[in-house]
C-alpha cells in the first residue's frame, strides 16, 4: 500500500493536517468539512509512513459505534487488523484502565458499572438512611448534583461548603452515597472517568506505563469534552507525546452534562506548539441543507466563527410539512420514508431525529403499521428495559452472588414470599457487620434470625442461585441467559402477563438469549459472562437488536452527532419541544438548542424535511405550539413549504386505533366529505380525533384555512 492512497480524496488542508509533524494538532471545522476523516487517515499516515505501532495510538470517539466505525475504516484503508491500538470512549477507555488496575484503584476485582436508574436507587436509599425527607431533597437533583462534582473533578472533600447549609446536605448525600458505592464495590459512569484519573494521579508508574505506551492521541468530537475528561487528557499526554484534537465550537451539544466548549480555547494554551488547522468546505450537503444551518447557526453570539462551502449544487429545497396532529405528522413522515424506500433507497440511509425520546412513540407505531423495520438508538435502551434489567441481574449473581445491587433488585422478583421488612432486615445485618447481603441472608437463615416462612423463602432463592451458577463453567453464554430467565420464572411472569405489554416483554427477554448467542468475547483470560455484561453496561442503548437488517434510524438530535444520513426528517419543529420549554429562559441554553438544530440539520446529505403538528398529545396532556423558531430563521428561499390538496389521500390501512376508523360510522360524516359551518363556510373534513363528546374534527374551510372543531357543537351541515 502506498502513501498516494492515504492522500487520495483529502483536499489541501486536510492533508496538511493529516502530515502535520507539528507535536499537537487542533482541527477546528464546521459539519461535515473532514474531521472525522482528517482523524482517520492520520492514524493511517502514522502507521503506514512514520512507521508507528498501532499499539502505541489511541483514540477517542464520542460513542462506541463510532468507536468501531473508525477502527474498520483505519483497517480498509491500511488493509491490516490494529488489534494494538486503543479506541473507545473516555467512559470505556476508563473502564478498560479500571479493570486492568483494579487494585491500585482501590476496587474490587469483579466491579459493577451502575447505570442512572441503579444509581438513583442508592441514591434514595442514603436520603432515607440519613433521615432527609426526599420531597425537600429529591433524590433526582441529588443525582444531578453528584454526578456534577465528580464530571469537574472534585470529591466531597474537595468542595468548600462555606456553612451553606444546602451545600452541606448535599455534600453529606454525596459522602454517604460514595461510602455506600464503595462497600458494594459499584461505579456510576461519572465516577468511572473520575476514579482513571485518580487512578493515574495516585499511582505514578501506572502513569507512567501508559505515557510511555501512549505516545500518540487523538481525539474526535472534542467541544463535548468534560473537566474529568480534559484533564485526564493533560495527565496522560507527557512531553514526549503528541495530541489531535478535532472539534466543531458549533456543535458543542452536552454543557448540561458538564461539557466545556472552553476547552477548545484552553488547548492551545496547554499544549505548546499547536498547529490549528481550519476546513473550510463541506462535503456532505447540498447548499440548501448547508444554507439552512448556517442561518440558524448564525445567530448565536458566542462562536469562533467560520465559513463553510460546498460545491455539490443546490439541491433539492428543505420541505416542512405542518401537520394537523402527531399522528398526521406521523403519517406523513411514513409516507415520505416509504416513497424513499420505493425508489430503490436503503432504510439505513434514512434518519428520524426527534429532540425527545417520547415523540418516537407515534412514529414507531406508524412505522410498524406500514411494515418498514426500524432501530431506534438511544432513549429506548433495550438494556435498560425492566425485563432485561432483571435478567441481567440474575447473570451477575450466577457471577458474583455478593453483587448487592443485583441481589436487592431480583430477590423477590418473581415474587416469592420475600417481603420488604425481610429484605431491610438482611440488608440492615449485611451493613453493620459488613458483608454482603448474600453473605447476611446466609447467616440470618443458620442463625434462625427470621420467621420460618421467610428464612425458608430466602433459602430457596440462595439454592435457586447456587444452582444457576454451578453451571456458570459448564454452559455457553446462551444457555447460561436461557437458564435465568426460565429457572428464576421470569419469562413464565411476562407470559401471564396479560396483553401486549406481556408479550413484548417475552419478546425481549428472548431477544436478550438472541444478543448472547451472538456475542463474541475478546479475551480468553476473563469468563465470557463476565465479559457481556460489562459490555452491556457499557453499550446501553448503543446496540439494538437485528444489528444486520436494514432499517431506517431512530434518534434523538443528540446521538445523531458525528453522523449523516442522505434523507433526514426532523421531527417536532415547535416551540416548547424544540427548543425545549426548559432552555427558554436561560440564554446558554437556548444557544446550545441553536447548536443541536445546526447539528440536526447538517446530518442530512441531500433531502431534509422539518415536520411539526399543530396540536400535540405529549405526555398525555394536548399542546398548540407555534412552528419553532429554528424553522422560522431559516431563509424562505431554501424552503417549502408542503400544503395538503383539498382532497383526502390518507391511504385506508393508516387508522390508528382510535382516531379515524370508528369515526365515520359514528359521527356520521367521512374523510374528506364537504361540509357548511355558519361562521366558516364550506370546507372539506381531514381529519378525526377522539372520541365521545370531546371527539374532534379537523376541517380545511376555503375562506379561513384548517380550524379544529369540537364535533359536538361544531354543527356541520353535510353538503
Ligand atoms: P461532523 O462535524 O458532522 O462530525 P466531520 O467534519 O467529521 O463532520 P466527516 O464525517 O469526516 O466530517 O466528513 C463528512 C463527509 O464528507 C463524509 O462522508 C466524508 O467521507 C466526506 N469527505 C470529507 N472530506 C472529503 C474529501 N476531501 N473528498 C471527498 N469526500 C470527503
Ligand atoms: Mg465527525
Not at 384 to 413: G, P, Q, T
Not at 680 to 708: C, D, M, W
Request: hydrophobic share 40%; proline share 3%; glycine share 6%.
Amino acid at each position: 500500500m502506498d502513501v498516494t492512497e492515504i492522500l487520495k480524496n483529502l483536499n489541501e488542508s486536510q492533508e496538511q493536517a493529516v502530515t502535520s509533524d507539528n507535536q499537537h494538532l487542533l482541527v477546528l471545522a464546521g459539519a461535515g468539512s473532514g474531521k472525522t476523516r482528517v482523524l482517520v487517515h492520520r492514524i493511517a499516515w502514522k502507521v503506514q509512513v512514520e512507521n508507528i505501532s498501532p499499539f502505541g495510538i489511541l483514540a477517542v470517539t464520542f460513542t462506541n459505534k463510532a468507536a468501531g466505525e473508525m477502527r474498520d475504516r483505519i483497517e480498509t484503508l491500511l488493509a491490516q487488523s490494529l488489534r494494538g491500538m486503543w479506541v473507545g470512549t473516555f467512559h470505556g477507555l476508563a473502564h478498560r484502565l479500571l479493570k486492568m488496575h483494579w487494585n491500585d484503584a482501590k476496587l474490587p476485582e469483579n466491579f459493577q458499572i451502575l447505570d442512572s436508574d441503579d444509581q438513583l436507587r442508592l441514591i434514595k436509599r442514603v436520603t432515607k438512611s440519613l433521615d432527609l425527607d426526599d420531597q425537600k431533597w429529591p433524590p433526582r437533583q441529588s443525582q444531578w448534583w453528584i454526578n456534577s462534582q465528580k464530571d469537574e473533578g472534585l470529591r466531597p472533600d474537595n468542595i468548600r461548603e462555606d456553612k451553606d447549609p444546602y451545600l452541606s446536605v448535599m455534600v453529606k448525600i454525596y459522602r454517604s452515597y460514595e461510602e455506600l458505592c464503595n462497600r458494594l464495590g459499584v461505579i456510576d459512569f461519572a465516577e468511572l472517568l473520575l476514579r482513571a484519573l485518580e487512578l493515574w494521579k495516585n499511582c505514578p508508574s501506572v502513569l507512567a506505563h501508559y505515557q510511555n505506551r501512549f505516545k500518540h492521541i487523538l481525539i474526535d468530537e472534542f467541544q463535548d469534552t468534560n473537566s474529568v475528561q480534559y484533564q485526564w487528557l493533560k495527565t496522560l499526554s507527557s512531553s514526549f507525546s503528541d495530541v489531535t484534537a478535532v472539534g466543531d465550537d458549533d456543535q458543542s451539544i452536552y454543557g448540561w452534562r458538564g461539557a466545556k466548549v472552553e476547552n477548545i480555547l484552553s488547548f492551545e494554551r496547554d499544549f505548546k506548539e499547536t498547529k490549528v488547522v481550519k476546513l473550510e468546505q463541506n462535503y456532505r450537503s447540498t447548499s440548501n441543507i448547508l444554507n439552512a444551518a448556517n442561518a440558524v447557526i448564525k445567530r448565536n453570539a458566542d462562536r469562533l466563527g467560520k465559513n463553510l462551502w460546498t460545491d455539490l449544487g443546490e439541491g433539492e429545497p428543505i420541505f416542512l410539512y405542518s401537520a394537523f396532529n402527531e399522528n398526521d405528522e406521523a403519517r406523513y413522515i411514513v409516507e415520505n420514508l416509504k416513497s424513499w424506500i420505493d425508489q430503490g433507497n436503503n432504510r439505513q440511509d434514512a434518519a428520524v431525529l426527534y429532540r425527545s425520546n417520547a415523540q418516537s412513540r407515534v412514529i414507531e407505531s406508524a412505522l410498524l403499521q406500514f411494515d418498514i423495520p426500524y432501530r431506534v438508538y438511544g432513549g429506548q435502551r433495550f438494556f435498560e428495559r425492566l425485563e432485561i434489567k432483571n435478567a441481567l441481574a440474575y447473570m451477575r449473581l450466577i457471577l458474583n452472588c455478593h453483587d448487592d445491587v443485583a441481589f436487592e433488585r431480583v430477590v423477590n422478583i418473581p415474587p416469592r414470599g420475600i417481603g420488604e421488612r425481610t429484605v431491610d432486615a438482611v440488608r440492615e445485618h449485611a451493613r453493620n457487620i459488613s458483608i454482603s447481603m448474600w453473605s447476611a441472608a446466609k447467616a440470618m437463615i443458620v442463625d434462625k434470625n427470621l420467621n420460618t416462612r421467610s428464612a425458608n423463602a430466602l433459602a430457596a432463592f440462595l439454592n435457586l442461585i447456587n444452582e444457576m451458577s454451578n453451571t456458570l463453567e459448564a454452559l455457553p453464554l446462551s444457555e447460561l441467559a436461557e437458564n435465568s430467565i426460565e429457572m428464576s420464572g421470569l419469562i413464565e411472569m411476562h407470559r401471564r402477563e396479560k396483553g401486549e405489554r406481556g408479550q413484548s416483554r417475552v419478546e425481549n427477554l428472548e431477544e436478550l438469549v438472541g444478543a448472547c448467542k451472538n456475542f463474541t468475547p475478546e479475551s480468553i483470560d476473563t469468563p465470557v459472562l463476565a465479559q457481556f455484561l460489562d459490555q452491556v453496561s457499557l453499550e446501553a442503548g448503543e446496540r439494538q437488536a437485528n444489528e444486520d437488517q436494514d432499517a431506517v434510524q431512530l434518534m434523538t438530535l443528540h446521538s445523531a452527532k458525528g453522523l449523516e444520513f442522505p434523507l433526514v426528517i426532523m421531527a417536532g419543529m415547535e416551540e416548547n419541544l424544540f427548543p425545549h420549554k426548559m432552555s427558554q429562559n436561560e440564554p446558554g441554553r437556548l444557544e446550545e438548542e441553536r447548536r443541536l438544530a445546526y447539528v440536526g440539520i447538517t446530518r442530512a446529505m441531500q433531502k431534509l424535511y422539518f415536520t411539526c403538528a399543530e396540536t400535540r398529545n405529549l405526555y398525555g396532556t394536548d399542546h398548540f405550539n407555534p412552528v419553532s423558531r429554528f424553522v422560522r430563521d431559516v431563509p424562505k428561499e431554501f424552503m417549502k413549504e408542503v400544503r395538503l390538496k383539498n382532497t383526502v389521500i390518507r391511504p385506508t390501512s393508516f387508522s390508528t386505533n382510535s382516531r379515524i376508523s370508528d369515526s365515520g360510522d359514528l359521527t356520521g360524516f367521512e374523510l374528506g366529505q364537504r361540509v357548511g359551518h355558519h361562521v366558516y363556510g364550506e370546507g372539506v373534513i381531514l381529519n378525526f380525533e377522539g372520541n365521545g363528546p370531546r371527539a374532534r374534527v379537523h376541517v380545511s374551510f376555503e375562506q379561513v384555512g384548517t380550524k379544529i372543531l369540537i364535533l359536538a357543537s361544531a354543527n356541520l351541515q353535510s353538503l
